[in-house]
């Protein structure tokens, strides 16, 4: 989970890599994804 967080928050196309965790990891796994990226968003509104 860590390298998945570690390349969520470096992946340029955040919102298809996150397609790409709805399609292979748990629901568990999804839900700890989406709130890493939305808590990154949050703190980081300069990227977008």
């Given at each position: 989970m860590?390298?998945i967080?570690?390349?969520?928050?470096?992946n340029?196309n955040?919102?298809?890599?996150?397609?790409?965790?709805?399609n292979?990891?748990?629901?568990?796994?999804l839900?700890?994804s989406q709130?890493?990226?939305?808590n990154f968003?949050i703190?980081?509104?300069?990227s977008?």
């Open positions: 860590c390298i967080f570690t390349l969520l928050l470096f340029q955040n919102t298809v890599y996150l397609h790409i965790v709805t292979r990891f748990s629901p568990e796994s839900f700890t709130y890493s990226y939305k968003r703190l980081n509104p300069s977008y």
